[in-house]
């Protein structure tokens, strides 16, 4: 028989279970001879019929494109060896069932279950009890085997075979079966076999070799393949909770999963299972965004659940906040108004004001203006429409993605991703956008009266952004430190995306500001400081250097044309963010990194962004988080922003300052290594 092999990628690892040699106390777990094919034969068992020869006596850990069978120890029962549609059984020895009566193994391929199985018999061959692989065809379960458990304590005390049958004569797909390692009074629980379960044994394979060259060290990124937006930021069960649009299986988008991190500080983020997967009718063809809410102690993720070209809003929730189960569907197609796409709704914010849930979501109505739409629940299950919060016809290509309603000081904020704004002076100058609009929803109506508007960060890779009420009361903002429609770099090493620095959010008459979240502070190290120095052409300070790296200094422009700073600067690769009299603009320029960037053709120069910065009294402040390729930079104390991905070299870890056309100077400058351990 050919081996068949249609695995998207490598699936799971049997759960590695303790196993004592011989029967003993009651919840000591035994075997009967042979039981996991480690003497390398079939002894012990009897064949009859083609199917399982010796040649099924198997030892190779993976198959031919390197998807691993997850056998335990060295050999494995592998149907697939024996000739192409034979059929025929392999009986165990008889034993005596004791213990608790069930009986574990791990199975594999099998693809129809009624005729490739495990029957628990009688010593007359009669089957008593059958398990086939009812979870073939999950995510990547075809040869790889899991693990399955048999109860047969109806038959303590009696003398039973354990019969393996594969009566299936087709030719189609896994027409046989794998098996391994049965145990009898079997201790553990079967394997879950989600997408969840399969992506975090990929992960756990495939991280190590994610290539580090250009990986961040203190923001949040995913441990192997593809990130997008970050969703369901919160804070439950005593910790920030950050989940995001995750592809594990390749560093493209692909099927959305949520990754899962969590955090005490915001800056060390620990990696947590997976928290839900494509596994539904209803979310098939991808889990997207959505945020989280606490409910009587549950977190709730609400999400955007994605089959069939139409997009529903499903809920997931968790008791402990590391293993989530599916709620259903709580927003159908029907729900959605008439005049509006059921193929573009998603992205739910949900939030509690008064005494109900709302939530606002992404949308386009069938004139393709985008829209913001409003819609309330007593108990987060059933929920019905309020009314448009936001429309117009700016989003030229697609809709408002991301919406997110947060509270400053009294004043409704709401944040959201257009997609494809026209490109105005040095504002929205990337493919998608993300701005926020000051003012108030009246949750009646559903409408927002807008107040304020802007532009959240003007530099390359910020989308996507959500936010969270922290315990203490501040609002602290995360985004996709990304761009659509871009060359990514680090695609070539087996991951791409991360989320940006939390930043904590305040108003100044309806502007906002962004600081990075002051726990950073903590990670601070090796002071350097220079109290005011003069600028005339370059100049490098002792000690001022590196890639992970906070620097703060401000600018007294002087008189030059231009001044500011080079960072990732080397031999030959150098990064600017300075200011330009002429335009009056700040400039962040990454022409001259060292690699080429490409994007969308919206996007007229993916090397270089700008931003309005005020000067005042000659002066300008700068707050710049570099971590090994990327760049975040706060002006006048987060008034403007511009976060960009920066792929020089390693050895480019030089800083510079410069003013050319005159003289400027740089007073009261700090640097600090952030070193998260
Ligand atoms: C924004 C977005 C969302 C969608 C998700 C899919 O970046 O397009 O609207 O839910 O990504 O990954």
């Given at each position: 028989?050919?081996?068949?092999?249609?695995?998207?990628?490598?699936?799971?690892?049997?759960?590695?279970?303790?196993?004592?040699?011989?029967?003993?106390?009651?919840?000591e777990e035994y075997v009967f001879k042979n039981a996991g094919f480690e003497q390398g034969t079939?002894?012990?068992?009897?064949?009859?019929?083609?199917?399982?020869?010796?040649?099924?006596?198997?030892?190779?850990?993976?198959?031919?494109?390197?998807?691993?069978?997850?056998?335990?120890?060295?050999?494995?029962?592998?149907?697939?060896?024996?000739?192409?549609?034979?059929?025929?059984?392999?009986?165990?020895?008889?034993?005596?069932?004791?213990?608790?009566?069930?009986?574990?193994?791990?199975?594999?391929?099998?693809?129809?279950?009624?005729?490739?199985?495990?029957?628990?018999?009688?010593?007359?061959?009669?089957?008593?009890?059958?398990?086939?692989?009812?979870?073939?065809?999950?995510?990547?379960?075809?040869?790889?085997?899991?693990?399955?458990?048999?109860?047969?304590?109806?038959?303590?005390?009696?003398?039973?075979?354990?019969?393996?049958?594969?009566?299936?004569?087709?030719?189609?797909?896994?027409?046989?079966?794998?098996?391994?390692?049965?145990?009898?009074?079997?201790?553990?629980?079967?394997?879950?076999?989600?997408?969840?379960?399969?992506?975090d044994k990929y992960i756990e394979e495939n991280m190590g070799s994610v290539v580090t060259q250009?990986?961040?060290?203190?923001?949040?990124?995913?441990?192997?393949?593809?990130?997008?937006?970050?969703?369901?930021?919160?804070?439950?069960?005593?910790?920030?909770?950050?989940?995001?649009?995750?592809?594990?299986?390749?560093?493209?988008?692909?099927?959305?999963?949520?990754?899962?991190?969590?955090?005490?500080?915001?800056?060390?983020?620990?990696?947590?299972?997976?928290?839900?997967?494509?596994?539904?009718?209803?979310?098939?063809?991808?889990?997207?965004?959505?945020?989280?809410?606490?409910?009587?102690?549950?977190?709730?993720?609400?999400?955007?659940?994605?089959?069939?070209?139409?997009?529903?809003?499903?809920?997931?929730?968790?008791?402990?906040?590391?293993?989530?189960?599916?709620?259903?569907?709580?927003?159908?197609?029907?729900?959605?108004?008439?005049?509006?796409?059921?193929?573009?709704?998603?992205?739910?914010?949900?939030?509690?004001?008064?005494?109900?849930?709302?939530?606002?979501?992404?949308?386009?109505?069938?004139?393709?203006?985008?829209?913001?739409?409003?819609?309330?629940?007593?108990?987060?299950?059933?929920?019905?429409?309020?009314?448009?919060?936001?429309?117009?016809?700016?989003?030229?290509?697609?809709?408002?993605?991301?919406?997110?309603?947060?509270?400053?000081?009294?004043?409704?904020?709401?944040?959201?991703?257009?997609?494809?704004?026209?490109?105005?002076?040095?504002?929205?100058?990337?493919?998608?956008?993300?701005?926020?609009?000051?003012?108030?929803?009246?949750?009646?109506?559903?409408?927002?009266?807008?107040?304020?508007?802007?532009?959240?960060?003007?530099?390359?890779?910020?989308?996507?952004?959500?936010?969270?009420?922290?315990?203490?009361?501040?609002?602290?903002?995360?985004?996709?430190?990304?761009?659509?429609?871009?060359?990514?770099?680090?695609?070539?090493?087996?991951?791409?995306?991360?989320?940006?620095?939390?930043?904590?959010?305040?108003?100044?008459?309806?502007?906002?500001?962004?600081?990075?979240?002051?726990?950073?502070?903590?990670?601070?190290?090796?002071?350097?400081?220079?109290?005011?120095?003069?600028?005339?052409?370059?100049?490098?300070?002792?000690?001022?250097?590196?890639?992970?790296?906070?620097?703060?200094?401000?600018?007294?422009?002087?008189?030059?044309?231009?001044?500011?700073?080079?960072?990732?600067?080397?031999?030959?690769?150098?990064?600017?963010?300075?200011?330009?009299?002429?335009?009056?603009?700040?400039?962040?320029?990454?022409?001259?990194?060292?690699?080429?960037?490409?994007?969308?053709?919206?996007?007229?120069?993916?090397?270089?962004?700008?931003?309005?910065?005020?000067?005042?009294?000659?002066?300008?402040?700068?707050?710049?988080?570099?971590?090994?390729?990327?760049?975040?930079?706060?002006?006048?104390?987060?008034?403007?922003?511009?976060?960009?991905?920066?792929?020089?070299?390693?050895?480019?870890?030089?800083?510079?300052?410069?003013?050319?056309?005159?003289?400027?100077?740089?007073?009261?400058?700090?640097?600090?290594?952030?070193?998260?351990?």
């Amino acid at each position: 028989m050919k081996k068949k092999t249609v695995h998207l990628f490598g699936a799971l690892l049997a759960s590695a279970v303790a196993l004592s040699g011989c029967a003993g106390t009651s919840n000591e777990e035994y075997v009967f001879k042979n039981a996991g094919f480690e003497q390398g034969t079939l002894s012990g068992w009897t064949a009859e019929g083609g199917a399982f020869t010796s040649a099924c006596v198997y030892n190779q850990s993976e198959d031919e494109q390197g998807n691993p069978y997850y056998k335990e120890g060295e050999f494995f029962l592998y149907g697939g060896a024996a000739p192409e549609g034979s059929v025929g059984t392999l009986t165990s020895e008889p034993f005596k069932l004791k213990g608790n009566g069930r009986i574990g193994f791990l199975i594999g391929a099998g693809s129809d279950a009624s005729k490739c199985y495990v029957a628990v018999c009688d010593t007359d061959g009669n089957e008593l009890i059958r398990r086939g692989n009812d979870d073939y065809g999950t995510a990547g379960f075809y040869d790889s085997l899991h693990r399955v458990v048999i109860d047969a304590s109806e038959y303590l005390g009696k003398e039973i075979v354990i019969k393996v049958v594969d009566s299936d004569s087709g030719s189609g797909m896994h027409n046989y079966i794998n098996v391994d390692d049965f145990i009898v009074n079997y201790q553990g629980a079967e394997d879950v076999v989600s997408k969840t379960f399969v992506a975090d044994k990929y992960i756990e394979e495939n991280m190590g070799s994610v290539v580090t060259q250009y990986r961040h060290t203190y923001h949040a990124m995913p441990p192997v393949g593809w990130m997008n937006d970050p969703n369901g930021f919160s804070y439950a069960f005593g910790k920030y909770q950050l989940f995001y649009q995750f592809h594990p299986y390749s560093s493209a988008w692909g099927p959305m999963h949520w990754g899962h991190y969590s955090s005490e500080d915001f800056i060390k983020w620990e990696l947590m299972p997976t928290a839900i997967g494509p596994d539904t009718s209803y979310d098939k063809d991808g889990c997207f965004s959505g945020t989280a809410i606490v409910k009587d102690g549950e977190l709730y993720l609400m999400y955007t659940s994605v089959a069939d070209g139409k997009q529903t809003q499903a809920l997931a929730k968790s008791s402990d906040g590391v293993t989530f189960e599916k709620v259903g569907r709580v927003i159908g197609s029907d729900k959605v108004p008439a005049n509006s796409s059921r193929a573009d709704f998603r992205d739910p914010k949900v939030f509690f004001r008064g005494d109900s849930y709302y939530a606002v979501m992404g949308s386009k109505n069938n004139d393709g203006d985008g829209q913001l739409l409003l819609y309330k629940s007593a108990d987060l299950q059933n929920w019905s429409y309020v009314g448009t919060v936001w429309k117009d016809d700016r989003t030229t290509m697609g809709i408002y993605e991301c919406p997110d309603l947060a509270v400053i000081d009294g004043t409704d904020v709401l944040i959201t991703s257009p997609q494809g704004f026209a490109t105005g002076g040095w504002r929205y100058e990337n493919v998608h956008s993300a701005i926020y609009m000051t003012g108030s929803l009246d949750t009646q109506s559903g409408q927002f009266a807008r107040v304020t508007e802007d532009e959240i960060d003007s530099g390359f890779d910020f989308y996507a952004p959500q936010t969270l009420t922290a315990p203490d009361g501040r609002v602290i903002m995360i985004a996709w430190m990304q761009m659509w429609d871009r060359t990514m770099p680090t695609q070539a090493h087996g991951w791409a995306g991360a989320a940006t620095l939390p930043r904590e959010l305040t108003l100044k008459d309806g502007k906002l500001y962004q600081a990075p979240v002051r726990e950073i502070e903590k990670y601070r190290k090796n002071e350097v400081n220079v109290t005011e120095a003069s600028i005339s052409g370059e100049q490098s300070f002792d000690g001022v250097e590196g890639t992970k790296t906070e620097l703060c200094f401000t600018l007294d422009v002087g008189d030059a044309a231009q001044a500011g700073v080079k960072v990732f600067c080397g031999t030959e690769h150098e990064t600017r963010i300075y200011y330009d009299r002429e335009s009056g603009l700040v400039i962040f320029d990454r022409s001259d990194m060292g690699t080429r960037i490409s994007g969308s053709a919206k996007e007229l120069n993916a090397s270089k962004r700008s931003v309005k910065a005020e000067v005042r009294d000659n002066k300008i402040e700068f707050r710049i988080f570099l971590d090994v390729s990327s760049c975040e930079v706060f002006l006048n104390g987060g008034e403007r922003t511009m976060t960009g991905n920066v792929y020089s070299d390693p050895s480019d870890t030089g800083i510079r300052f410069f003013a050319e056309g005159g003289s400027a100077r740089i007073l009261s400058l700090y640097k600090y290594d952030i070193v998260v351990e």
